[in-house]
């Protein structure tokens, strides 16, 4: 299974994300994990996207590609796949409908996830993450104990560019613009599901594996 999900900040990705990619036994590759962890380790990519991730704006379509190309050609991606993060933009879009048919297979569908902007600003601005593993929490929904993972006993904090409001409204603009046409890019495509984002997480899962 050859899967895309996308929708605005807060809509739920990660959380929907991690569990279709367990349901259907393929790996979960986010490009803004990808990116924080590159950060976080100091590597050579770190230090190249470390002021647009800082600053909410996209990092340059020509390294992301080149990223998710290498990721793409791993092993464990063979069978399938489940992109969050990617593609942004029409221009990732069909950068990544070319490396497919560079090896002659294609998307089996793209997943858009909607929740009206008050509902992703609520739920941005609360999210909570494991330093250490990456696992999401909310402030409403925290771990057990005492802000420690549940899964791995990190510390849980909040994403450095979820802090600040100017970063968070101009990763909300930059959705609607560059990010949004992707639905009419698909939706010719035939490739388009439509997934309303409100309501608990088990609830908008099972919407979303009955829309695959
Ligand atoms: P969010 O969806 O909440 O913005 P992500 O984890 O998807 O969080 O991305 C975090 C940051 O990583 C983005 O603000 C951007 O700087 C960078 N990034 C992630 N994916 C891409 C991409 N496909 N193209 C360009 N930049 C990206
Ligand atoms: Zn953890």
Known sequence: MRLVIFGPQGAGKGTQGARLAEKYGIPFISTGEIFRWAIKGRTALGLKVLEYVD????????LTIQVVTERLSADDCREGFLLDGFPRNVE???ALDTLLADSNSSLDAALVIEVPEEVSLRRLLGRRVC???GRNYHIDAPPEN??????CGGEVIERSDDH??????????LY???TEPLKAYYEERNLLREIDGVGSPDEVFSRIVSSI
């Open 55 to 62: 600053a909410g704006s996209l990092v340059p379509d020509d």
């Open 92 to 94: 990732q879009a069909k």
């Open 131 to 133: 330093s250490n593993c």
């Open 146 to 151: 005492n802000w420690s993972c549940d899964n």
């Open 164 to 173: 600040e409001a100017e970063t968070v409204t101009n990763r909300l603009r």
């Open 176 to 178: 609607h613009q560059q």
